[in-house]
């Protein structure tokens, strides 16, 4: 394990990739490579200039020994980048869409776009480790989840699968965001002027990460109600979700469904009964925190989970897809280098 793998990161400028470069730079096995694929001044450096820099071609991963490609760049990019990166005999894990979906049409009708590659869906590991950690071991393309979906999949898959849920009434997420979720593009509704002292929903019933939890919770999308909200901050994503049980059950009951699955995660922190989640809680970690309130009588509950977008939602979570690939600790680079340690229970 004392041998260095080079890394390489495209579309590093961004927020995504810049928070690649932090984590791989704490990372005791890999050593990163920005990785050039378009004109890029010296202020757009992350982290100052000390990291190498190749040109993005399948040669020059080649030539330069690349173990593995990140791909932090737009779904178009992605779908483009992708084949030439796994011709060249490289790994590779994309933190756009592209890859994240099963069927073209579900293309046309959430992006608005044909898909470049369709015969790549197929072969791609949906990488939620949590769940699909053998997969991910095996498959040399990772679709890294989206933020939202991360969050509210670990919250609600366990309680689907172990069938306790009453799915007639529906489950309702209510979930906001940071501002860097959007990106590191300009635009008028990410404008400083445009986000302080305000609170606003966006994408509502047509939100593009709807999909993909469907496809992890196995829900129907008439089950779903999925509203995403635009925070005035940089980071975090909180998601408040109200289900409803099937019969009565107590808190420890529903605990118990969750330890079943997450009791040896090292990125799953469940809290107390009585606890909940914020956002302070996780910000600059690789968890998610999971809190819930239950009311037996009325089988309501009210569940609340965290996760910092730009980590867990993003290049945290790919980083633990890369270490799954590349046969390293699955917490390398995710328990130092600035991040805090998760442990199963707070």
């Given at each position: ?82 084949p ?6 490289v ?11 099963r ?31 053998e ?48 990106g ?5 509704k ?120 730009l ?36």
């Amino acid at each position: 394990m004392s041998r260095t793998a080079r890394i390489g990161i495209a579309g590093f400028t961004g927020y995504s990739g810049a928070e690649l470069v932090r984590i791989l730079k704490g990372h005791p096995f890999v050593e990163p490579v920005l990785l050039e694929h378009r004109a890029v001044s010296d202020g757009e450096l992350p982290l100052g200039e000390d990291a190498a820099r190749i040109p993005f071609e399948p040669q020059a991963l080649r030539d330069e020994g690349i173990r593995a490609v990140f791909l932090a760049t737009s779904l178009d990019v992605s779908m483009n980048a992708a084949p030439w990166v796994l011709e060249a005999g490289v790994g590779c894990i994309d933190l756009s869409a592209a890859f994240r979906l099963r069927a073209v049409s579900d293309y046309r009708r959430w992006y608005g776009v044909e898909h470049a590659c369709p015969e790549l869906l197929a072969d791609a590991a949906y990488g939620l480790p949590e769940f699909f950690r053998e997969v991910v071991k095996i498959s040399s393309l990772v679709a890294n989840p989206g933020c939202y979906p991360t969050a509210v999949n670990l919250a609600v898959r366990p309680l689907i699968i172990e069938a306790v849920l009453d799915r007639a009434p529906g489950i309702v997420c209510d979930a906001k965001s940071g501002v860097s979720g959007a990106g590191r593009k300009p635009s008028l509704k990410t404008h400083y002027c445009e986000v302080t002292g305000n609170f606003s929903a966006y994408s509502v019933l047509d939100h593009r990460h709807v999909p993909e939890i469907l496809y992890t919770t196995d829900l129907d999308e008439h089950e779903l109600f999925f509203t995403a909200q635009l925070l005035p901050l940089h980071r975090g994503i909180l998601e408040t979700i109200y289900v409803r049980t099937a019969e009565q059950l107590e808190w420890a009951d529903l605990r118990a469904a969750y330890e079943k699955y997450y009791r040896d995660e090292p990125f799953v922190r469940l809290y107390p009964e009585g606890r909940m989640p914020d956002l302070r809680g996780i910000q600059g970690t690789n968890s998610c925190d999971i809190g819930f309130r239950v009311d037996p009588e009325t089988r309501r509950v009210v569940i609340v989970a965290a996760i910092d977008n730009l980590v867990k939602g993003a290049a945290g979570q790919a980083v633990q897809n890369m270490n799954l690939q590349l046969g390293f600790p699955e917490t390398a680079g995710l328990l130092n280098g600035g991040l805090t340690g998760a442990v199963s229970s707070v």
